[in-house]
């Protein structure tokens, strides 16, 4: 068992490293206050130059090929910097593999180039409405077949680059008679698609260069081509393939958790108080020790998730261990280390307090960690029954 990184992978982690301390941690506390989210996009077209937007994707379609593992160690590399870039990141990476995965050969050469190029600086996908949130199967938005074209009407929110996003990829109900879940399809939905419209952006408490919209879809029309995967599969799509973004979620928030723990850790040795570094207390040095152990255990469970991943093994248990840890474990450390910088750790001074706002939802999006202990439990389960 090797626990170390592959020389491709090494190489790919010191890129994304150099591309996120030169490039996007000088801006994230600026674009976090509001500032030119032109930077921001013009951030995410030079990721997708140096091929992260489609890490996981074959080169026939322009990605970068670098595997799971590399996914993950870039993303851990990028959140550290700035979690709004890094879910952008994360959420293209996985548009482009669902489309590798269960479009056809059309789409793929369609859409994946165009993502990983940067032609489209992001993907998306639609799949929560107000109504359907950890629930997505009790979803109402509709696809009706009219002729050649399908007819979408009905909303989505909460939906991550909606306003910038090239493509998306919108489930909706195409058998309302179907069992809960069983009539459900997946569609490619270009972002100048007649009947779209992207609605109102959430003022969120974090990650605020990131745009979360609502969208709108009201007798949209699109080709009957735009069919993701087989008719009425679409649940199974969003619960089988959307398991690899958690893993992207899980690295980013390790990412924002480690700049957190680095940020306290050298606060405590310059910070004096009593005559010395606040470092030198072991109630800090306890703070600092539980949070590195918590951190490196998230590494673990990430890397091992994305080696299944990686191995075409069944990882979707493992992912949601993943994502759920190392959400928690990220919260765990932002929280202790805001406590090491006592007063000034709540001004916006210093970046602790945006950490904090930042890593909050990675328990929430992407399935909360109810859910994720529900998928676990259910694995659990299954295999003893
Ligand atoms: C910033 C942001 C970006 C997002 N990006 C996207 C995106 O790009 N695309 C997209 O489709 N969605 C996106 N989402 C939606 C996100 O995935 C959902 O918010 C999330 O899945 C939870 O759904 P909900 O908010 O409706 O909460 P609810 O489902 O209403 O849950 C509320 C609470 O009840 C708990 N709960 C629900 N059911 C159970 C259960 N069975 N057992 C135990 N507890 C339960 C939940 O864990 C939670 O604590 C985004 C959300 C945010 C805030």
Not at 163 to 180: E, M, N, R
Request: a negative charge; proline letters at 2%.
């Amino acid at each position: 068992m090797f626990l170390d990184l592959t020389e491709e992978q090494k190489l790919i982690q010191q890129t994304a490293r150099e591309f996120a301390e030169a490039e996007l941690a000088p801006v994230a506390a600026d674009l976090d206050r509001g500032g030119d989210r032109r930077i921001f996009l013009a951030n995410l077209k030079k990721l997708a130059e140096l091929g992260f937007m489609g890490l996981n994707v074959r080169e026939e379609y322009g990605g970068s090929e670098a595997g799971v593992i590399a996914f993950s160690v870039a993303l851990t590399e990028i959140g550290k910097a700035c979690a709004s870039t890094a879910v952008t990141l994360s959420v293209s990476n996985m548009v482009c593999e669902v489309i590798q995965a269960v479009g056809n050969e059309a789409q793929r050469r369609d859409y994946i180039p165009k993502i990983c190029s940067g032609t489209y600086l992001a993907g998306a996908f639609a799949l929560t409405e107000t109504g359907a949130g950890s629930d997505p199967a009790g979803m109402t938005t509709s696809a009706v077949l009219d002729g050649d074209q399908w007819l979408l009407n009905g909303s989505k929110i909460f939906i991550t680059s909606a306003p910038y996003a090239g493509v998306f990829i919108v489930w909706a109900v195409t058998d309302k008679s179907a069992l809960k879940g069983k009539g459900i399809s997946c569609f490619l939905v270009e972002s100048d698609a007649p009947g779209l419209t992207i609605g109102k952006q959430e003022e969120k408490m974090g990650q605020h260069a990131s745009a979360t919209n609502e969208l709108l879809f009201q007798d949209c029309r699109i080709p009957k081509s735009a069919l993701l995967g087989k008719l009425n599969d679409g649940f199974r799509i969003a619960v089988g393939e959307l398991a690899g973004g958690r893993i992207g979620i899980g690295s980013l928030a390790l990412g924002i958790g480690q700049a957190a723990l680095e940020a306290a850790t050298r606060y405590a040795l310059e910070r004096k108080q009593f005559d010395r570094p606040i470092a030198d207390f072991q109630a800090i040095q306890w703070k600092l020790a539980d949070c590195a152990t918590d951190l490196e255990a998230a590494r673990l469970l990430l890397m091992n998730a994305a080696f299944k991943k990686e191995q075409e093994r069944s990882f979707s248990k493992e992912a949601s261990m993943a994502k759920l840890f190392a959400s928690e474990a990220a919260n765990r450390t932002c929280y202790e280390a805001l406590q090491i910088f006592g007063g000034y750790g709540y001004t916006v001074d210093f970046p602790i307090e945006r950490y904090s706002r930042d890593v909050r939802i990675t328990t929430i999006y992407e399935g909360t960690s109810e859910i994720q202990r529900l998928i676990i439990a259910r694995e659990l389960l299954r295999n003893l029954a």
